[in-house]
């Protein structure tokens, strides 16, 4: 972990991301008196769960990924952050730790923005708020998903709906599972290392996916998105 500092030549002074743009010149530099730009290796830790929150945090660049911390060594991947995503939204509302952890996959830059700042905010700017408590909701939904798939899907299901999401298009240009082990790929199915890896093999041997070390490429679509339906 790295912060730039003003006189680093990496330094951003503007928050010009989309959910910004309805604050005011005042309520930009307050938010820039609250807030420290902070660089992450890959495979560093940005936030971890059961930790005290006293900051938001928000990414600039990079790809994190998003994990409950379960028994053992027992993990659920929840999904993956990029740029303009929010880290631990819910500590500014009457929640006082991180509900999750959160890791670097690859070289990440974010704003730790102090809570409390944000808070005032979104009492003080209504506009700011409604797309703020939006981003919350959004992020609610896609849990809501996660828990619908591994209550109501098998193993098949669950490893089709993985590899759909780790391949889609919002991820373009970063290579997701160069970036990820088998195990992680396990982890946002919800099943067993070794189920995921004898069914990546199957899906190999079945033309669906292509395995090149850690990289898999989706050559068939259609049947994944089939075997996703069927769950």
Do not use: H, W
Request: charged share 25%.
């Amino acid at each position: 972990m790295k912060t730039l500092l003003e006189t680093d030549e990496a330094f951003v002074c503007e928050i010009n991301a989309p959910c910004f743009q309805s604050l005011s010149i005042e309520e930009v530099s307050f938010i820039q008196q609250c807030r420290t730009r902070v660089q992450f290796r890959k495979g560093e830790n940005l936030t971890k769960q059961g930790a005290y929150a006293s900051y938001v945090l928000f990414v600039i660049s990079g790809l994190v990924r998003q994990y409950v911390e379960g028994d053992s060594d027992r993990n659920l991947n929840l999904q993956v952050m990029q740029a303009g995503d929010f880290i631990g939204l819910s500590t500014v509302f009457d929640n006082p730790i991180f509900n999750y952890s959160t890791v670097a996959i690859t070289e990440t830059v974010v704003y730790l923005i102090e809570k409390e700042a944000l808070l005032k905010i979104t009492k003080t700017n209504a506009s700011f708020s409604f797309n703020f408590v939006k981003r919350y909701n959004e992020q609610n939904r896609s849990l809501f998903e996660i828990i619908k798939r591994n209550q109501f899907k098998q193993m098949n299901g669950r490893l089709a709906d993985a590899l759909l999401y780790l391949s889609s298009d919002q991820f373009f240009g970063y290579e997701v599972f160069s970036n990820l082990s088998r195990k992680d790929v396990a982890d946002f199915a919800g099943i067993s290392t070794e189920s995921t890896i004898k069914l990546l093999k199957q899906y190999e041997k079945d033309g669906i996916i292509q395995l090149d070390d850690k990289n898999i490429t989706i050559l068939n679509k259609a049947n994944l998105l089939d075997i996703s339906k069927r769950g």
